[in-house]
């Protein structure tokens, strides 16, 4: 492995990967990697390798194509083992796919977003309330997990008062904290364990939710392993993206001034300013990981059947081949086909709820807290050291305390 990849895979790209991306895309855009467990992939990093790539029937989302090496290995087994929820969307393709999607899109549609919109406005209001007076906040913690957290969880019938373990399910859980603090606990109860009781929960007393509608369904029954891992599918990528683009564009617009100034000016952009960080800076750093369901030449580079391939969404935004002054910030773009949310069979379902979600977010928190600020410098926050995730740790801000609400719209 070259030095780039060494760069690229090991620790401290976290905060800036992208001049790494731009040099694998430049020199050798479908490459060969070793990932930190050992295991190896492929990695497509230009815009339209990555574009044909996500919608290519040959790149599987099923694991079960890859190769016995794959398959035996802990990532593989995590995979295909029922304990470990991973029987869903994300890993089954057509007519398993085409099944599950089915039973879910109803409740991720744009009607049933904008008929959200109102609620999504007061958990906003209520969690900047909560904030104004102190004068400081940390975003992650305050504004943006619980608002996640809450929309998800109304959305699925699940108590509020569980959100906090889910952060302890996700990629949070494996982030240090800092110096001297010591490292989370233990989950106090695994995600399967607590799924199983709430899917019984919702069999003795059914509601007008996702869960319950899953658990009730008709001739496309789920099996039980496929009803938890999607559960845990629709709860985890429900709000940890949104954390995500939430924090990121927060930080985005707090290090380029002018353009949150020109969104003061015009809260109309503020549709096009949430497309502009799925692009810029958006949460997924890669799209999941697909296996070569036969043998595939990518850019001219030609793999081998059952391998596993993944996607630098990261590297792709950032292509100057597609997109004009890919390392700026422009909240005006109108060129944009971004690939945050997929491409093709697999595109994401939640793209219309996230997309309301993170509009209304931003536009509360800027208009409410007008002169917010980062609280210590954009180099020592603390991100998630993940190779697909691209999210912070929190994100320490202040501000001018209000003490009383300022809701005007």
Not at 89 to 96: G, K, N, Q, S, V
Not at 154 to 181: K, Y
Not at 196 to 222: F, I, M, Q, Y
Not at 330 to 358: I, K, M, Q
Request: aromatic share 6%.
């Amino acid at each position: 492995m070259n030095k780039k990849k060494a760069e690229l895979l090991g620790q401290g790209c976290e905060t800036d990967p992208y001049p790494v991306w731009a040099r694998l895309r430049q020199e050798e855009p479908v490459s060969k990697v070793v990932l930190r467990d050992g295991l190896h992939c492929w990695l497509v990093t230009r815009y339209d390798d990555a574009r044909a790539a996500l919608a290519d029937p040959l790149l599987s989302r099923d694991p079960r194509v890859a190769g016995p090496w794959w398959q035996e290995s802990d990532r593989g087994r995590k995979l295909e083992d029922g304990a470990h929820l991973g029987v869903h969307l994300l890993t089954r393709e057509a007519p398993d796919h085409t099944r599950l999607r089915r039973l879910v899109s109803a409740a991720f549609t744009q009607r049933r977003a904008k008929a959200m919109r109102e609620r999504v406005q007061e958990i906003a209001d209520s969690l900047i309330d909560a904030v104004q007076a102190r004068g400081h906040a940390d975003l992650v913690a305050d504004f943006a997990y619980p608002l996640a957290t809450t929309v998800i969880c109304e959305v699925m019938g699940i108590p509020t008062r569980d959100r906090d373990l889910f952060r302890q399910w996700t990629s949070n859980a494996v982030v240090s904290e800092p110096e001297g603090n010591g490292a989370h606990a233990v989950p106090p109860r695994s995600p399967d364990d607590y799924l199983r009781a709430l899917v019984a929960a919702k069999r003795r007393a059914p509601g007008d939710d996702l869960v319950s509608a899953l658990v009730t369904a008709g001739e496309d029954r789920l099996s039980e392993t496929e009803l938890l891992s999607m559960l845990f599918l629709l709860l985890i990528a429900g709000h940890e993206g949104m954390v995500g683009l939430i924090a990121n564009a927060t930080l985005a617009l707090l290090e380029n001034p002018d353009q949150l100034l020109l969104l003061r000016d015009r809260p109309d952009l503020w549709s096009s300013a949430v497309e502009e960080v799925l692009r810029y800076d958006g949460p997924m750093e890669l799209a999941a990981w697909r296996f070569t369901a036969g043998p595939v030449t990518i850019g001219g580079t030609p793999i081998p059947a059952g391998e596993p391939v993944v996607i630098s969404l990261a590297a792709a935004h950032r292509d100057p081949d597609r997109f004009d002054e890919p390392d700026r910030l422009d909240v005006t773009r109108s060129d944009n086909p971004h690939l945050g949310f997929g491409h093709g069979l697999h595109y994401c379902l939640g793209a219309p709820l996230a997309r309301l979600e993170g509009g209304i977010a931003m536009e509360t928190l800027f208009r409410r807290l007008p002169d917010l600020s980062l609280a210590v410098s954009a180099e020592r926050l603390h991100r998630q050291p993940s190779f697909v995730l691209r999210g912070l740790y929190d994100l320490p801000v202040t501000f001018t305390p209000v003490r009383s609400p300022a809701r005007s719209r």
